[in-house]
T-cell receptor, first 112, second 114 residues
């Protein structure tokens, strides 16, 4: 089936630095999402993105977070600066329309 | 608010036994909720197992079934005879028709013993 690729699978970074998580969504999809899952906890919605704009974001989507998809390339989540509580697995998803989401395998972010 | 509650795991069953994973939802801000079961196999990304968008309907895939019950706000996942390859984490989810947001339950880890 359709594949969403996330690069890298694991990223380690020092607190205060900037990090960019990359997602290669399914090629003809129009909606893009980021979810966050802290170990042992629920997968939580962060943000969705359509037509170059954020449609909705949750309380977890702090001011230090930003998303973009320049020129139809990777859909990225940038955190600047990072904090210890940002350590989690971040899942990217995409959807053509309707509500079937296709997920990547996740990027584990470790903030030291 | 909108939320999903499902069976807490881990759930352990033997191969060829029946399975039920409970899921109930609360959809206060979504007029016509759509319901899903997603599954994550070891080392893979989350993938859709089945979805039902109309109350009263049943979805099925790979031997799994779930019926959208609006009266009891439930969407339990069932399988008559599990296989070892069904070992995975199963997530019940709730979404709106425009896909702006999908809300997940905490996930239920299923172990199927050979």
């Amino acid at each position: 089936g359709p594949k969403v690729l996330q690069i890298p699978s694991h990223q380690i970074i020092d607190m205060g630095q900037m990090v960019t998580l990359n997602c290669d969504p399914v090629s003809n999809h129009l909606y893009f999402y980021w979810y966050k899952q802290i170990l042992g906890q629920q997968m939580e919605f962060l943000v969705n993105f359509y037509n170059g704009k954020v449609m909705e974001k949750s309380k977890l989507f702090k001011d230090q977070f930003s998303v973009e998809r320049p020129d139809g390339s990777y859909f990225t989540l940038k955190i600047q600066p990072t904090a210890l509580e940002d350590s989690a697995v971040y899942f990217c998803a995409s959807s053509y329309r309707g509500n079937t989401l296709y997920f990547g395998a996740g990027t584990r972010l470790s903030v030291l | 608010g909108d939320s999903v509650t499902q069976t807490e795991g881990p759930v352990t069953v033997s191969e060829s036994e029946s399975l039920i994973i409970n899921c109930t939802y609360s959809a206060t801000s979504i007029a016509y909720p759509n319901l899903f079961w997603y599954v994550r196999y070891p080392g893979e990304g989350l993938q859709l197992l089945l979805k039902v968008i109309t109350a009263g309907q049943k979805g099925s895939s790979r031997g799994f079934e779930a019926t959208y019950n609006k009266e009891t706000t439930s969407f339990h996942l069932q399988k008559a005879s599990v296989q070892e390859s069904d070992s995975a984490v199963y997530y019940c989810a709730l979404g709106d028709t425009n896909a702006y947001k999908v809300i997940f339950g905490k996930g239920t880890h299923l172990h199927v013993l050979p």
